[in-house]
Each structure stands twice: as structure tokens, then as C-alpha cells.
Nanobody, 115 residues
Framework: QVQLVESGGGLVQPGGSLRLSCAAS????????LSWYRQAPGKERELVAV????????TYADSVKGRFTISRDNAKNTVYLQMNSLKPEDTAVYYC????????WGQGTQVTVSS
């Protein structure tokens, strides 16, 4: 079955950086788009970034454009989210997803941006 395991979150000060990882299994990783979502308490889960199957097309939410970078290593079945210039409003649980309509979610990884 599809499995997604997010990691790399933590507590960071505003302006800091984190690199999230999502290890995937149970499907042909290189054939699918991958995406990152986040969900803050009391808010809906929102799309943050999308990467095409080859990594050639990257799409970002306006709120993170210029600060976050999505990438993937198909040899490692892993998608990454490099998060720079973090802001308190980036605080959320971050999840990866197969495509933008996959039905399986991992446990997520908590990112807290606070001074």
C-alpha cells in the first residue's frame, strides 16, 4: 500500500530554515507528481508546493513562493521541501501527497516557527 513518511520538522526561529523529507513507498514513485500540504490548527489543509514526476515543473503557493523549494530524488523515492526565511505563519503540520488527489496521508511533521 501507499506509505508516506514525513520528517524533518521542528522548532525554528523566524528567518530560520528547515528541510523536510518525505519517504514514499508502495507505488511507482517516479511516475507521479508529488506535493506538500500544510495544516495549521483550525484551518483547512492547504497546498504548498507541487513537483512534476521528473522534477521539471515546480509550483508553489503564493504564500511560500521565493522562500520554499520542492525537489525530489527519484532514486531515493523521496521528496523534499527546503524552507527558508520561515515566518510564524508557516507554523503547521506538513504532509506530503501522491499527486494532488492521493487518498493516503502520512503522519505529518510539525513545523513551529517562533521566537
Amino acid at each position: 500500500q501507499v506509505q508516506l513518511v514525513e520528517s524533518g520538522g521542528g522548532l525554528v526561529q523566524p528567518g530560520g530554515s528547515l528541510r523536510l523529507s518525505c519517504a514514499a513507498s508502495g507505488f511507482p514513485f517516479s511516475s507521479y507528481m508529488l506535493s506538500w500540504y500544510r495544516q495549521a490548527p483550525g484551518k483547512e489543509r492547504e497546498l504548498v508546493a507541487v513537483i512534476s514526476s521528473t522534477g521539471g515543473t515546480l509550483t508553489y503557493a503564493d504564500s511560500v513562493k521565493g522562500r520554499f523549494t520542492i525537489s525530489r530524488d527519484n532514486a531515493k523515492n523521496t521528496v523534499y521541501l527546503q524552507m527558508n526565511s520561515l515566518k510564524p505563519e508557516d507554523t503547521a503540520v506538513y504532509y506530503c501527497r501522491r499527486g494532488t488527489s492521493g487518498t493516503t496521508w502520512g503522519q505529518g511533521t510539525q513545523v513551529t516557527v517562533s521566537s
